[in-house]
């Protein structure tokens, strides 16, 4: 496996992990963000960034980003990002 697709792969679990949390729940968090330290499907040691934004105004969407990178790396590491769209209330 190449280190690229260990990056994706890593980032696509962990975005799938991020949008567990439905909407009504994260509207109490957003904006938030952490950062923390894991491993790859592959067994690399990388970080972990995931944040909740609004995508264009306070109590819109809320868009997840996720990136993955070895500590040293982070321009090297992917980013990916998807929305959770506003529940009708």
């Not at 894991?38 to 990388?46: A, D, L, M, N, S």
């Not at 868009?63 to 990002?81: D, H, I, M, Q």
Request: glycine letters at 8%.
């Amino acid at each position: 496996m190449s280190a690229e697709t260990d990056l994706e792969d890593a980032a696509r679990e962990e975005l799938d992990r991020a949008l567990t949390l439905g909407w009504r729940q994260l509207a109490a968090l957003t904006p938030w963000g952490d950062t923390f330290e894991g491993f790859t499907p592959g067994g690399r040691e990388v970080c972990f960034e995931r944040s909740y934004l609004w995508e264009a105004e306070q109590g819109g969407d809320i868009r997840v980003e996720v990136a993955v990178y070895e500590p040293r790396s982070y321009e090297e590491g992917v980013r990916l990002n998807r929305s959770i769209r506003r529940e009708t209330v």
